[in-house]
């Protein structure tokens, strides 16, 4: 059965620091991967995804995540953290099940951002 | 585009009592879908449409019903809310494998 794990319910980084969230999958078939991003009292937008194209996919913000066959891993990484970077970050995947795609989605990682 | 809208954003219900949540889209997508988010538990699937006239259950549909009227709207139905219900509800309507989100409704059961 497909599923995401996501590594840490709260990640605390200083301004300026990297950014690593990470995100274990499991799927029988080759998978699609997103991270998505929900900023508090909004709904979720797409930050990057991945659909079995280059296995390094760059987002939008500075955020890039690697699909690693290998680990099923599919990290979120970014260089230096800003203070609007503050969300809940959710991994997700996706599988053709069906005539409709669905989406698993992880349990969420909160970021903070210290001054 | 307004993209996906969901109405009521917020909403508190005695137990027992009914309420319809609306959601539309202008994407022109097939497939559509209700979550509910809970803290901790990421989003979890109620039903979803694939395309006009079918809907399938998710990972939780006890206490649900929904209607798919048509290419634009899914709508969401309890029928005899709980306190359980108590969550954030998000509609989503997909195109290229890429989910688009309302902005939420907040429903409290008392």
């Known amino acids: 059965a497909q599923s995401v794990t996501q590594l840490g319910s709260h990640v605390s980084v200083s301004e300026g620091a990297l950014v690593l969230l990470r995100c274990n999958y499991s799927?029988?078939?080759?998978?699609?991967l997103f991270w998505y991003v929900q900023y508090p009292n909004q709904g979720l937008q797409l930050l990057l995804k991945?659909?079995?194209?280059?296995?390094l996919v760059k987002g939008i913000n500075g955020f890039e995540a690697e699909f690693k066959k290998s680990e099923t891993s599919f990290h979120l990484t970014k260089p230096s953290a800003h203070m609007s970077d503050a969300a809940e970050y959710f991994c997700?995947?996706?599988?053709?099940?069906?005539?409709?795609?669905?989406?698993?989605f992880g349990s969420g990682t909160r970021l903070s951002i210290r001054p | 585009n307004a993209g996906v809208t969901q109405t009521p954003k917020f909403q508190v219900l005695k137990t027992g009592q009914s309420m319809t949540l609306q959601c539309a889209q202008d994407?022109?997508?097939?497939?559509m879908y209700w979550y509910r988010q809970d803290p901790g538990m990421g989003l979890r699937l109620i039903y979803y449409?694939?395309?006009?006239?079918?809907?399938d259950k998710g990972e939780v549909p006890n206490g649900y019903n929904v209607s798919r009227l048509n290419k634009r709207e899914f709508s969401l139905r309890l029928e005899s809310a709980a306190p359980s219900q108590t969550s954030v509800y998000f509609c989503?309507?997909?195109?290229?494998?890429?989910?688009?989100f309302g902005p939420g409704t907040r429903l409290t059961v008392t």
């Open positions: 799927s029988s078939v080759p998978p699609y």
């Open positions: 449409s694939a395309s006009e006239g079918t809907t």
């Open positions: 997700a995947v996706s599988w053709l099940y069906s005539s409709a795609s669905k989406i698993i």
């Open positions: 994407m022109n997508h097939n497939s």
């Open positions: 991945y659909t079995s194209a280059a296995t």
């Open positions: 989503a309507s997909m195109g290229s494998y890429e989910q688009y």
